[in-house]
């Protein structure tokens, strides 16, 4: 019987730790990568260099933001980290550099969001495998002060409910502690 679970929380939170440990006894996990790497991110280069150590080297590694589904093949247990780095590189590849996002623009990054997680959700729970998939919780803040970021907050939100919905169960990340609310 497949098993998706979300995990969220605020930042460095431990919500990749604790969605590592979930299949820390497995072998055959993928585990999907959504960040780009730009040749000048010096910083982020370093992170995923921390990243990648922090995971069992017979873990197969998938990236992308689009065409997830296509990484369920031959194993029955995947991470995908992070649905809230997946969501801006689809919304910046929507909207490239535009200062006012319209609502249909909007509403257009959240179908294209959504639509790509479902059929991920869809392949799994087809193979009968397992997923988790790891989100920011993105309004616990103050309002963002321009328009973009607070698109982007609002498109979150409303993806994050979405795939919540659709998850056997959903795990909130606080001071490296998991506490399920579903």
């Given at each position: 019987?497949?098993?998706?679970?979300?995990?969220?929380?605020?930042?460095?939170?431990?919500?990749?730790?604790?969605?590592?440990?979930?299949?820390e006894k497995e072998s055959d996990v993928v585990y999907i990568a959504t960040y780009r790497m730009y040749d000048d991110d010096l910083e982020m280069k370093e992170r995923i260099t921390l990243h990648k150590k922090s995971?069992?080297?017979?873990?197969?590694?998938?990236?992308?933001?689009?065409?997830?589904?296509?990484?369920?093949?031959?194993?029955?247990?995947?991470?995908?980290?992070?649905?809230?780095?997946?969501?801006?590189?689809?919304?910046?590849?929507?909207?490239?550099?535009?200062?006012?996002?319209?609502?249909?623009?909007?509403?257009?990054?959240?179908?294209?969001?959504?639509?790509?997680?479902?059929?991920?959700?869809?392949?799994?729970?087809?193979?009968?495998?397992?997923?988790?998939?790891?989100?920011?919780?993105?309004?616990?803040?103050?309002?963002?002060?321009?328009?973009?970021?607070?698109?982007?907050?609002?498109?979150?939100?409303?993806?994050?409910?979405?795939?919540?919905?659709?998850?056997?169960?959903?795990?909130?990340?606080?001071?490296?502690?998991?506490?399920?609310?579903?």
């Amino acid at each position: 019987m497949s098993r998706i679970i979300l995990v969220t929380g605020g930042a460095r939170s431990g919500k990749s730790s604790f969605a590592q440990s979930v299949f820390e006894k497995e072998s055959d996990v993928v585990y999907i990568a959504t960040y780009r790497m730009y040749d000048d991110d010096l910083e982020m280069k370093e992170r995923i260099t921390l990243h990648k150590k922090s995971r069992p080297s017979k873990w197969k590694t998938f990236e992308g933001s689009y065409g997830l589904d296509e990484a369920v093949h031959g194993y029955k247990n995947y991470i995908l980290d992070c649905l809230t780095v997946m969501t801006s590189n689809i919304m910046f590849d929507i909207s490239k550099d535009a200062e006012i996002i319209s609502q249909d623009m909007q509403n257009q990054i959240e179908r294209k969001v959504f639509n790509e997680i479902k059929k991920l959700i869809d392949e799994v729970i087809n193979i009968d495998g397992n997923l988790v998939v790891v989100t920011n919780e993105v309004g616990c803040s103050i309002v963002p002060e321009n328009h973009v970021a607070r698109v982007y907050r609002d498109i979150m939100g409303r993806i994050n409910q979405r795939i919540a919905k659709m998850c056997d169960e959903a795990f909130i990340m606080s001071c490296g502690i998991p506490l399920k609310i579903k």
